[in-house]
T-cell receptor, first 114, second 115 residues
Framework: GDSVTQMEGPVTLSEEAFLTINCTYT??????LFWYVQYPGEGLQLLLK?????DKGSNKGFEATYRKETTSFHLEKGSVQVSDSAVYFC?????????????FGSGTQLTVLP | EAGVTQFPSHSVIEKGQTVTLRCDPI?????LYWYRRVMGKEIKFLLH????????ESGMPNNRFLAERTGGTYSTLKVQPAELEDSGVYFC?????????????FGPGTRLLVL
C-alpha cells in the first residue's frame, strides 16, 4: 500500500537558519503530494501542495518540488523564523480510487530558537 | 466561510464509557473524512463519507467505532465502549469534490484521553 517516510524529529534550529525536512513516498501511479502544518494548539493547515511531477509548491517562504524519479517531496525554507515552530506532516493522496484519503508521514516537530 | 469545526476540543473519559465526537464540515463539501493520530505517531485514515453514504471505512479499527452522517451534513463518531488504546487526537476533514489533488481542510481535532 501507499506509504510516506518523513525525517524523524525533533529538529531545533536558530532563527534565520536553512530548513530541510525530507519526505519520500511509495505509491502507484502519480499521487498528489502535500505538506500540512500544525501550530501549537491549532489544527492541521495546508502549507503547500503539488499535483504532478516537477511541480513546485510554495507558500510563506516554504517550497517543495515533486520529484518522481526519487519519489521525494522535501520541504525547504531559506530562513526560518520563531513563528515557524510547529509540527510538519508530509502526505499523499492517491491518483485513483473514490476516497482519495491522505496517507501521512509521522510528523516532524520543528523548534526555532531566537 | 467557516472552516471545519469539531466538538468537543477535549474529552477525558474512563475505560468502558462512551464518547461521541462531532464534526461540522465546510458548507457544500460533500466529502467528509475522519482521521486519528495515536501517541504521536502518524495520522491514520479512519473512514470517508460522500454526503450521507459511507464510501470507505477500511481504516476503522474495530466495531467499537461507529460513524454516522445523517442528512449529509455534520458527522458523529461514537466510541463505545472506549478502551485505553483509543486515546489520541481525532481529526475531521472535508473537501468539495473527489478530484485528484483537491485539498482536504481539517478541523482543530478532538483530543481524547481514556483513563
Amino acid at each position: 500500500g501507499d506509504s510516506v517516510t518523513q525525517m524523524e524529529g525533533p529538529v531545533t534550529l536558530s532563527e534565520e537558519a536553512f530548513l530541510t525536512i525530507n519526505c519520500t513516498y511509495t505509491a502507484t501511479g502519480y499521487p498528489s503530494l502535500f505538506w500540512y502544518v500544525q501550530y501549537p494548539g491549532e489544527g492541521l493547515q495546508l502549507l503547500l501542495k503539488a499535483t504532478k511531477a516537477d511541480d513546485k509548491g510554495s507558500n510563506k517562504g516554504f517550497e517543495a518540488t515533486y520529484r518522481k524519479e526519487t519519489t521525494s517531496f522535501h520541504l525547504e525554507k531559506g530562513s526560518v523564523q520563531v513563528s515557524d515552530s510547529a509540527v510538519y506532516f508530509c502526505a499523499l493522496s492517491p491518483s485513483s480510487g473514490s476516497a482519495r484519503q491522505l496517507t501521512f508521514g509521522s510528523g516532524t516537530q520543528l523548534t526555532v530558537l531566537p | 466561510e467557516a472552516g471545519v469545526t469539531q466538538f468537543p476540543s477535549h474529552s477525558v473519559i474512563e475505560k468502558g464509557q462512551t464518547v461521541t465526537l462531532r464534526c461540522d464540515p465546510i458548507s457544500g463539501h460533500d466529502n467528509l473524512y475522519w482521521y486519528r493520530r495515536v501517541m504521536g505517531k502518524e495520522i491514520k485514515f479512519l473512514l470517508h463519507f460522500v454526503k450521507e453514504s459511507k464510501q470507505d471505512e477500511s481504516g476503522m479499527p474495530n466495531n467499537r467505532f461507529l460513524a454516522e452522517r445523517t442528512g449529509g451534513t455534520y458527522s458523529t463518531l461514537k466510541v463505545q465502549p472506549a478502551e485505553l488504546e483509543d486515546s489520541g487526537v481525532y481529526f475531521c476533514a472535508s473537501r468539495r469534490t473527489s478530484g485528484a489533488g483537491e485539498t482536504q481542510y481539517f478541523g482543530p481535532g478532538t483530543r481524547l484521553l481514556v483513563l
